[in-house]
């Protein structure tokens, strides 16, 4: 069993956030053919499908951001699934708007829901996506983040969740490196081959933001 997990916070005004691109890879997923309806367990929506014979879990967690890990936890305990079979999908202000990043494990990097899903695993030795938002000209970055993308980004911003899709299925059938390769994003620090520059800097997020974060 493979476990897909896409992070955001939950309700309407949360939706189309760019904070909630997880979930939209995830609502990608999950409207493809041959997904099982979604239902709630583990303060989580799950839905299943099969990727050749292998079993895959899509999942939201109901929880905000920051407690993210409480659902991936009690799935990974109840379906026995070890770390190296989940993936992790979110945002990255770190990244050019649209560019993907697939590590094997890694510090969270100041993102709230890795965060507390590696306090939660008490490893950091499971793959994580992570979908690139660019970076606020000017402003806060926790407000940038629960904002919507603008017009000129939308397109971007769809482009990227279909991607991000795309290679979270190669992970689920042909591993993390194949998608890696295949995915990753090409500035000269992720030896990719892709896309889009990189952003301003902006002001970095505190470290405890508020609850939705």
Not at 21 to 29: A, T
Not at 34 to 47: C, D, N, P, Q, Y
Not at 126 to 150: M, S, W
Not at 183 to 207: H, L, M, R, T
Request: with cysteine; proline share 6%; glycine share 14%.
């Amino acid at each position: 069993m493979k476990v897909i997990v896409g992070l955001g916070n939950p309700g309407p005004k949360y939706a189309g956030t760019r904070h909630n691109v997880g979930f939209d890879v995830i609502d990608y997923l999950a409207n493809g053919p041959g997904v099982g309806s979604a239902r709630e367990r583990f303060e989580a929506l799950i839905s299943e499908t099969k990727e050749g014979d292998e079993t895959v879990l899509l999942v939201k967690p109901l929880t905000f951001m920051n407690l993210s890990g409480r659902a991936v936890r009690a799935i990974l305990d109840f379906y026995k699934v070890p770390v190296e079979n989940l993936l992790v999908i979110c945002d990255d202000l770190n990244l050019p708007l649209g560019k993907l990043r697939m590590r094997i494990k890694g510090s969270h990097g100041g993102q709230n829901g890795l965060r507390n899903i590696q306090e939660q695993l008490g490893t950091d030795a499971y793959c994580r996506l992570r979908v690139g938002l660019g970076q606020p000209a000017v402003g806060d970055a926790v407000e940038f983040v629960l904002g919507k993308f603008k017009p000129g980004e939308r397109a971007a911003a769809e482009e990227a969740v279909v991607t991000a899709a795309q290679a979270a299925l190669v992970w689920a059938k042909q591993g993390a490196e194949a998608s890696m390769n295949r995915f990753n994003g090409g500035s000269s620090d992720d030896g990719g081959a892709k896309e889009k520059g990189k952003g301003p800097k902006a002001k970095k997020a505190k470290d405890e933001p508020p609850q939705p974060q």
